[in-house]
């Protein structure tokens, strides 16, 4: 496929805090197992304003750089040897802006085939790309990690936010009896999606493992906190329970897991991203949660104000000042 131009527009961050410049740069080409997307819209996560404000080291995304990692779009043009895709697929996937790879603040990004999968059909593209990041850790959490099944319990920690509510729909998709801790405000969203409230400000660790499962504890706990919410964790599994953490990053004293015999598992969902292994897995991930959309089981909460790469730095302020109601995402293409 032919362009009449080379260029394309890209909100760029040069230093870090830095403001968004609005910068005409190169299109890029396709390589070797890759496509060219056609961006529509661009979700944003915690991780770009941690990169943003040089807070993410881990992430090994030295600025200048293009931020974000989530999109969806359309297949412009696709390398010789990419089979899976055509140009004018309707795609999504979480493809770069970490690891030196380009971000999808950009009307166009040359992604890796095989991170990517077939946009859920009754997805805007707006929801598709709000879903890519966060599906990804749920899934690596509670279907490849913990392996939750039906008739089991499991309490998410933050089952309101980002990550937490697609993996209280993931776990109730799978048949688990599902709780989640987070704001007494929540509670009537996290009903919504088929689990039990449990408000942090009101009940202890204790408190709620009484109620909810016997004083024993629950089969599984998801923390999306990290911090001393992990360390809740560790007190509110069950013996022989499992605990994931996709924050599992600070100092913490195993003795509560311990002496239930329980495990962890940490879940680093940049790692693909970062050292090019395992990549083919989160397009398969996307493949699979595309299908529990179309099922009705799964469906991402999204602010409703629109952003564009114009105004890219009021999406950020909404995410940073938590005025948000769901993911933000820029609109690349006006939809």
């Known amino acids: 496929m032919t362009h009449p131009t080379k260029t394309m527009k890209a909100a760029v961050v040069e ?12 299109r890029p080409s396709v390589r070797s197992g890759e496509v060219l997307v056609r961006i529509h819209a661009s979700g944003i996560n915690p991780l770009d304003a941690k990169i943003r404000a040089g807070a993410a080291a881990h992430a090994r995304h030295p600025l200048p ?24 697929d309707e795609v999504y996937g979480m493809v770069g802006g970490v690891g030196g790879l380009q971000g999808t603040l950009a009307e166009y990004v040359a992604v890796d085939a095989q991170l990517l999968a077939i946009k859920p059909a009754n997805l805007t593209m707006r929801e598709a790309a709000a879903l890519p990041l966060i599906t990804i850790t749920a899934w690596e959490g509670l279907v490849d990690r913990a392996k939750v099944r039906t008739g089991q319990t499991l309490l998410v920690q933050g089952g309101a936010g980002g990550v937490g509510h697609v993996v209280v729909q993931i776990g109730v998709s799978l048949g688990a009896t599902v709780f989640a801790v987070d704001g007494a405000a929540k509670a009537d969203f996290i009903r919504s999606l088929g689990a039990t409230p449990i408000d942090y400000a009101s009940e202890t660790v204790e408190d709620y493992v009484a109620r909810h499962a016997g004083g024993a504890g629950f089969d599984f706990v998801y923390d999306t906190g990290g911090g001393a919410v992990l360390d809740a964790s560790f007190k509110a599994v069950k013996r022989f329970g499992h605990v994931v953490s996709c924050l599992g990053w600070g100092t913490h004293a195993l003795a509560p897991l311990s002496f239930k015999a329980g495990t962890y ?25 595309a299908a529990m959309v179309e099922a009705g089981q799964l469906a991402p909460r999204i602010d409703r104000r629109i952003f564009s790469l114009e105004t890219v730095e009021e999406a950020f302020a909404a995410m940073s000042d938590r005025s948000a109601q769901g993911k933000i995402v820029v609109s690349i293409i006006a939809s």
């Open 265 to 289: 598992s940490g879940v680093f969902t940049l790692a693909p991203l970062l050292d090019g292994l395992g990549r083919a897995h989160h397009g398969q991930i996307l493949k699979s949660a």
């Open 15 to 26: 230093i870090s805090n830095g403001p968004f410049r609005m910068t005409e740069t190169a």
């Open 65 to 88: 750089a293009i931020l974000g990692l989530d999109l969806a779009g359309v297949v412009e043009e696709v390398a010789p040897d990419v089979t899976t895709f055509r140009p004018g």
